[in-house]
Structures are given as structure tokens and as C-alpha cells.
């Protein structure tokens, strides 16, 4: 995890640098620094913390002048979060100063040499040792005589394992910034005689459009107002690939709400209209995915998928599961991209993965997607980040189309994803036995879904005096059934998340088979009930709860009275199809994890622990 920025060019680097860490602060936030190059020196700002307290503490030491410098947020892998072992490192004599996002796996092997040529250590870091080798290296690097700094950071990156995306600056060179990249995102983005370089585009797109995205095994060099590229392995890249960024500066800004969390909650009416835009084929019943057209012979003969993902995208893949084996009639497995790496794959021929992934950058996940491809899987990306590393290294992608996510709750990509499977199981389903009449029943519900989810955000105060009344409780059930079981776990997780509540999601039928145990009268369930080929079941379940003392809020159908004397609280969401519930469901839980979090006067855009872009295994 981890953000980097940096910049090199004729204005001053302190504003852009500053700018782009909140930008990235989602990444991580447990420490930031800044080191700029002032005059021949260094002068290095770090702080624990968050990096309004960088900003604020950096402000009270000195006038920040430099036209270059790097900067860092931190989400904690080696050491504690503190002011040591915030980045930037430097070097031990100085001249060398780096910032690093990603893990040097074999760090301790280097160290330990260093330390035999008398290297000290300030920090408890892999990134230091780093930038004690890249040192080591430049001093000693050719019989005995300095080498230059892009030379000697290529020669060190030989010597490491692992993943990073690194800023490296050199005292001696201060026209040159090298930025190198094995499985962690880098972008730089290309100015007016400046350079702005960053993990993702978010802090470069109010400077530029015009970006190029560095690939695994590369690095690029700035020197003297100019832009090369190469590889660790000292090949050049002739060609930039200049790519064109598409963001509003509106899209990364609050738009008027108190946190981006509950904006991103209140975009999804227009988010799902932008993931169905253009895409929707009413007269042949069927979905168009521009990305994936090529490859339409081996969706043809797919029989069988594997959808991986973590966290909030895995309970995705889990609607996904119901929907592609319903419509398209495919056996579906459901893993977590962890897992996947590391199993033998059985899935014989015509198989496919699909990663799904928000930010694209989920290393667990873009290991798997490199061990599926090594195993001859056809792989489809299911991504909201345009160009992230996983977008570019499927077979065939679609993206989201909903705007940069900036809470770490996920919200909008969630529906945006659910959303995507059912239009992709159309899709595979059109080219087996769905009927057109079919396709077309289901196109017209998921037309309605942006004006249901409006009618859901109507009544956000509903929720919030349900958030008052459920703040005080430390556990939770999340129930549900058939396509809401995934639903139930992806709003046990958005509570825990947000509001650091115990919560667990569950097939509500499982309950039964242990988990009902711990149902008391403080042990509040939310079942997700709607009117649909569950319902009876759903009911039952509840009543069950309801018989050992336990409170339930029921989330069901509009219109649907019978529940409103058995449950404690009930939720209404719009009739549609079931496919789609989960939909909506997944709003009024959102809303719920929201308001128990502000409630608790949580952190909510940026809880405890956590990142949201988790770039290590
Ligand atoms: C969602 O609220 C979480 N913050 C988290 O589970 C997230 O969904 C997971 O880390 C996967 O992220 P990705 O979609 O960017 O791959």
C-alpha cells in the first residue's frame, strides 16, 4: 500500500506534493513526509499521522521553497507507524533520498551486509535499507568512482526482491528523479517542462492529461526537463505511450457532503446509469461490452468460471455466482484472489477467471490474475480504475464507469459490480439458452434500478434514527439468502469497517447449524427479506431469532406489511427482480454502517487500520 508523489520541474514542489498526498491518503494514513531538495540539500518532514499534521508541522519549521521533491503516506508493513519510520528515508551520508510503496522481501539479507560495511539504521524499514544500497552502490559503483544515481538505483533494484514502486533523488544530481516499478503502481505525468509523478492519476490530473503509465520491471528517468524509459534490465523503451486522462477535478472533491463516504453513497443513481450507459441492447434483449467483443468465441465455449476478489468485490462475485448459473447455466466458483495464487488449479479446458477489483491494484487479486494467465485461464477484468494494473493485464476488461471511489468503504463500485455481473450473465446467457424476451424482462428492471435507489436515498433519515438506536450494540448478524447471502456479508463487513462493530454476515440459513448460539437480546440480526423465491424461508429465519430473544430489523419489499408486527424495525427497498436486489439492499446497509459510524464520531472516510487500495499479500 502506500501513496508516493513527487515532482520536478520549475514551479515549487511543497503545494503539488502536499495536494497530491491527500489525494492518496486513502493508501494509507498512519504517517506522511515530504523531502525536498532545497539549496543543495535535503530537508526531510515526516510526521505520524495523518498528513494535515505533516502539513501543519512541516509549515512551522521553515519556508518551504524546492522545485523538487518526493512525498509519501504510509500504510505500515515493516515497523510501527511513527516518525521514524515514515518516509522519506535517507541515505546515511545524505545524498541518497527515497520513498517506496510495496514490500523488499529480502531486505534482512541486505541489511545485514550493510551493517558489516558499517551502514546504521534509523528505522525499523525495508525502504531504508534501500536507500543505504542505492547509496553503497553509487560510491563504490565503477572501480571505486561514483556512478550516476539512475544507474546506481537499476543496479540496486537487481540486487532486490519483491515489490515497490519507488522516487528516488540524489543531493549530487538535483536535475534528475528516477522512479522505478515491479507490481506496485506508478503513473508520470508529463507537463509543461514539469513532471508530476504519482501511484495513481488523482494527484496529477488537476496539473495534466497527458500521463504515461510505467510497467512492471521499468523505470523512468528525469533528467534535465526530459522523460526516458527503461528497463531494470537496462533495455530501453523507445515509445511513451502517452496516454490522455478523462477525470473531472470535480469527481476527487466532496461535492457539499460532510464526507466522501456519504456523497459516494448518494452518487450511485447516476453511478449505475454510467456502468449501463451505452451498453444496453433493448431490441436483441442483450448487453454490448466494447472490451470484451474480441474474445466472444471463448465466452461462446466457457464451461466453467472462477471469480476472485477480496473483500467487498469477493461478496460481488458471490451475486455473480447466482447470476451466471441462472442465466448462462456456467458452474461458478467463488475464491479469494489470496487463495487462488497458491492452489492447484483443476479447471481444465474452456475455463475463465474474472478478477474483480475497484481500485484494480489489489495485489492478492493481480497475483492470481498472473497465475491464472500462467495456467492458460482466459482472464476478465472487472475494474473501476481506468488503467490500474489490473485493467492492463487481463485479456479482456470492463470497467465500472463510476468516478473515483475515494472512501475506503467501498459503496459505489459495490452496486456498479453487482450490476456488471448480472449484465455479463445476460451476456454469456444470450449466448447459450436465454431467451431475448428474457433478456429484454431483466434489461428493463435494471433500467428502473438508478430511479429505486433514488427513492432508497429519499428516506436516508429512516436510517439515520436507526443508526441511534442500534450505535449502543457490539454485535451483529447480517442475514441472508440465495443472492443476498453475499449482500449480508458485504453489509457486516461495511459496519465493521465503519463502525467498528462486530459483525457477521451469513447465509441465513446456516444460522441453525451454530451461529444462532450467540443470539440474545444483544445480539441484533439485519435479514434481508425480500418478497422473492426465499421469502418463506427468510421468515422462518427470522422467526427463529425472534423465539431466542433477539432484535431483527428486516429489510424487504415495498408494500410487503406482514413483517412490520414480527420485526423490530423494518427497511424498504423497491420490488425488482430478485437478481437485483442485493442492488438495493446494499444501499440502506451503507447508509446504516454511515450514520452508526459518524454516531461514533468515527474517522469514516478513513477508518482505523485500514487502506483502500491494499497493494501487498
Ligand atoms: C471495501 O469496503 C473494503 N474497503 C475492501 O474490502 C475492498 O473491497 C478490498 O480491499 C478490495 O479492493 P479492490 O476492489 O480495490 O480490489
Redesign the pocket.
Known sequence: MCGIVGYIGKNTAWPVLIKGLERLEYRGYDSAGIALLEGGTFSVYKKKGRVAELSKFAKSHNELSGGVGIAHTRWATHGVPSDANAHPHLSNGGDIVIVHNGIIENYLSIKKVLIGKGYKFKSDTDTEVLANLIEDIKKNGSAGRQIPIDEAVRLALAEVTGAYAILVLSKDEPGTMVVAKVGSPAVIGIGNGEFFIASDATPIVEHTKKVVYLEDGEMAVIKDGKLSLKTIKNKVRKNLYVHTLKTKIEELEKGGFPHFMLKEIFDQPESLRNTMRGRIVMDKGNVKFGGVEKFNKEFKNLEHLTII?????RFSGLIGEYAFEELAGIPVKVEYGSEFTYRSVANGRHAGLIA???????AD?LNAIKKAKEEKLLTLGIVNVIGSSIARVVDAGIYNHVGPETA???TK??TSQALLFVMLAIYLGRMRDLSKSDGQKILKEIQKLPEYVESILKHANLIKKLAKKYKKYKNFFFLGRKYNAGAAMEGA??LK?CSYIHAEGCNAAELKHGPISLIDKDFPSLVIAPTDSMYEKNKSHIQEIKARGGKVIVLTTEGNKELKNVADDVIYIPKTLEMLTPILAFVPMQLLAYYIAVEKGNDVDKPRN?A???TVE
Open positions: 476478489g477480496m473483500g467487498t468485490a474483480i477489483s475497484q481500485s484494480g491494484e489489489t487479486t475506503v468503504a467501498s463500485a459495490t463487513l461495511k469497517e485500514l483502500k487500495s491494499v
